[in-house]
Nanobody
Framework: QVQLVESGGGSVQAGGSLRLSCAAS????????VGWYRQAPGKEREGVSC???????AYEDVVKGRFTISRDNAKNTVYLQMNRLKPEDTAVYHC???????????WGQGTQVTVSS
């Protein structure tokens, strides 16, 4: 069983930055793509970013140029650096394993990000 634990959420003003972390409990983390999704109140969950086991990253258009995903396989951790945050980025952010075309098998519990204008 894989456990994913997110941290780093919080409240910031528009234009601010946050860095989210997703720590995994199992070594299979290193062999899989890991992603970030978000769900805003009253909206469907949407993909944000995905990073392959080798470090190739993909982003949804709404976050390109503002968010950066990275991973440290030695620490079984994936990061999401979020800059120039906007109120519309407000959501609960979840990490997932895997991401991309493969169906998600594991979800983290989520971390709240609130951006005020």
């Amino acid at each position: 069983q894989v456990q994913l634990v997110e941290s780093g959420g919080g409240s910031v003003q528009a234009g601010g930055s946050l860095r989210l972390s997703c720590a995994a409990s199992a070594i299979i983390f290193r062999l899989n793509a890991v992603g970030w999704y978000r769900q805003a109140p009253g909206k469907e969950r949407e993909g944000v970013s995905c990073i392959s086991s080798s470090g190739s990253a993909a982003y949804e258009d709404v976050v390109k140029g503002r968010f950066t995903i990275s991973r440290d396989n030695a620490k079984n951790t994936v990061y999401l650096q979020m800059n120039r945050l906007k109120p519309e980025d407000t959501a609960v952010y979840h990490c997932s394993l895997p991401c991309g075309a493969a169906p998600v098998e594991y979800w983290g519990q989520g971390t709240q990000v609130t951006v005020s204008s």
